[in-house]
T-cell receptor
Framework: GQQVMQIPQYQHVQEGEDFTTYCNSS?????IQWYKQRPGGHPVFLIQ?????EVKKQKRLTFQFGEAKKNSSLHITATQTTDVGTYFC??????????FGTGTQLKVEL | SAVISQKPSRDICQRGTSLTIQCQVD?????MFWYRQQPGQSLTLIAT?????????ESGFVIDKFPISRPNLTFSTLTVSNMSPEDSSIYLC???????????????FGAGSRLTVL
């Protein structure tokens, strides 16, 4: 079945440093979504990418969808303590099923 | 977007017992899902709750262990039956909603039910 892997599994950064998480699917995706889960909270939708090579920005967050539609990345510029949480990509492949990635846990230290 | 109320928020259960989790949505939704999130892990889809018919289960999950009800378009329950410590997890109800100009089909989650089985 479809597998979606994310690296790194964990990332500790100093506040102000940049952060990137990478998402790789075993199969081609029709679209990819990103969710953020704060510690003790539930996943919250951030964004969806549909087109090959698409890039979207939300303030300090930049999302990319690979040309082959099998990978994606989330980059945070100048992290803040409010960025703490686990970031999940979720890929939609054949059959319209959404498969969540393994997640990247981000910790931001002052 | 839809607001989801899920209860209980947490519970401690004895081995061999069963627990039913309730999920109430403030609007009618077609797509309703149950996920499991084990400690420090990703989200795994248990089943799609279908209104008026039997739920559709993912590989590795069966109706006898996780019976699901969906009596209408705003409510669903998930029962975790004959629990063992391996069932200790967070169980999340979610609904699929369309957002934005392009109608992206995204998931909105309830707050989750944290179960600990002793």
């Amino acid at each position: 079945g479809q597998q979606v892997m994310q690296i790194p599994q964990y990332q500790h950064v100093q506040e102000g440093e940049d952060f990137t998480t990478y998402c790789n699917s075993s199969t081609t995706l029709s679209n990819i979504q990103w969710y953020k889960q704060r510690p003790g909270g539930h996943p919250v939708f951030l964004i969806q990418l549909v087109k090959s090579g698409e890039v979207k920005k939300q303030k300090r967050l930049t999302f990319q969808f690979g040309e082959a539609k099998k990978n994606s990345s989330l980059h945070i510029t100048a992290t803040q303590t409010t960025d703490v949480g686990t970031y999940f990509c979720a890929g939609r492949g054949g059959g319209n099923k959404l498969t969540f990635g393994t997640g990247t846990q981000l910790k931001v230290e002052l | 977007s839809a607001v989801i109320s899920q209860k209980p928020s947490r519970d401690i259960c004895q081995r061999g017992t069963s627990l039913t989790i309730q999920c109430q949505v403030d609007s009618q939704v077609t797509m309703m899902f149950w996920y499991r999130q084990q400690p420090g892990q990703s989200l795994t889809l248990i089943a799609t709750a279908n209104q008026g018919s039997e739920a559709t289960y993912e590989s590795g999950f069966v109706i006898d262990k996780f019976p699901i009800s969906r009596p209408n378009l705003t409510f669903s329950t998930l029962t975790v039956s004959n629990m063992s410590p391996e069932d200790s997890s967070i169980y999340l109800c979610s609904v699929g909603v369309f957002r934005g100009r392009r109608g992206a089909n995204v998931l909105t989650f309830g707050a989750g039910s944290r179960l600990t089985v002793l």
